[in-house]
């Protein structure tokens, strides 16, 4: 993470009315047995709110400033920890229920949710004020088309949006809509760990292959009779396109693809998604090398 990334999040929108966070907190569910983590707890409107309701709030700051002004304000609240440091930095917990309820700053957001769904024991629920696009992004339908972000979370989580705000909920007025995302682990993954990993490669070669619809992209995997059956079966047109399915329809092909395909045609399939893993990989490397240099230059 290049620093002057990290410095934007400075700049983040504040929220004004504490009325209006204190009913956020109440709906999120957050109760007395709860341990809650805040990313960027800012001047500590949210952090106030949590500690009326939570047993434990760890707020987590990264400004030195806030953070100091923060440890003040609190010093008499035995349940708030304020932690000055990097989220991304922080370990979460390895075992054991905790929620997360945060105003992230939004140029973190897919760095912010990657680590919440991918870490060995993720947040029971989480509540995060974000930009609306990046919610479309990630909870797909009902909100939007299903994209492989949102494909890849939901056997494992719930997404949905639970508030939108008005802009002059914030200081500083922000340009884009913003609303309440919530991330809740299911109590069960509808997948068991080995459908798991054959349905990320599944899911992945599909989006990664080239073709104007579904049909063209799955040619290798079906044949054309299978694709046909699945298609009536399924309910979707033989022309859809992968955004065009819901969640519950990429499950039904998954579901078909797993027992009715043979093991030759599944194996095309296998490594997918370590594969595009390793090339998100080199990508973010190549950015931080750029990064580091622009800012040497400077």
Not at 19 to 47: C, H, M, Q, R, W
Not at 113 to 121: C, Q, Y
Request: proline share 3%.
């Amino acid at each position: 993470m290049s620093k002057d990334k990290r410095q934007l999040s400075h700049s983040q929108n504040f929220l004004r009315n504490s009325k209006l966070v204190a009913k956020l907190v109440a709906d999120s569910g957050i109760n007395s047995n709860d341990n809650v983590f805040e990313i960027g707890p800012g001047k500590g409107i949210i952090t106030c709110q949590l500690a009326e309701k939570a047993a434990r709030v760890i707020a987590i700051e990264y400004d030195r400033g806030l953070a100091d002004s923060l440890k003040q304000t609190f010093a008499n609240y035995g349940s708030v920890e304020i932690v000055f440091g990097d989220f991304l930095k922080i370990k979460l917990p390895e075992q054991g229920n905790y929620k997360v309820f945060s105003n992230i700053p939004f140029n973190l957001t897919a760095d912010i949710l990657e680590k919440l769904t991918s870490v060995v024991n993720p947040p029971q629920d989480s509540h995060l004020i974000v930009q609306e696009d990046a919610a479309r992004k990630y909870a797909g339908g009902p909100y939007g088309e299903e994209r492989l972000r949102s494909l890849m979370l939901k056997p494992r989580f719930e997404l949905t949006v639970t508030h939108r705000f008005r802009s002059t909920d914030f200081y500083p007025v922000p340009s884009v809509n913003i609303v309440m995302f919530r991330i809740k682990k299911r109590e069960q993954c509808l997948l068991n760990g080995k459908e798991i990993s054959a349905y990320r490669d599944f899911v992945v070669y599909v989006f990664s292959q080239y073709g104007r619809n579904l049909k063209e992209r799955m040619k290798q995997i079906f044949t054309n009779e299978q694709f046909r059956r699945q298609a009536s079966e399924q309910k979707f047109s033989s022309s859809a396109r992968p955004g065009d399915l819901s969640f519950e329809q990429w499950i039904g092909l998954f579901r078909y693809f797993i027992k009715g395909v043979s093991d030759d045609k599944q194996a095309i399939t296998h490594g997918s998604y370590s594969r595009l893993t390793r090339e998100q990989g080199k990508l973010e490397k190549i950015h931080r090398t750029r990064s580091a240099k622009g800012k040497t230059r400077r």
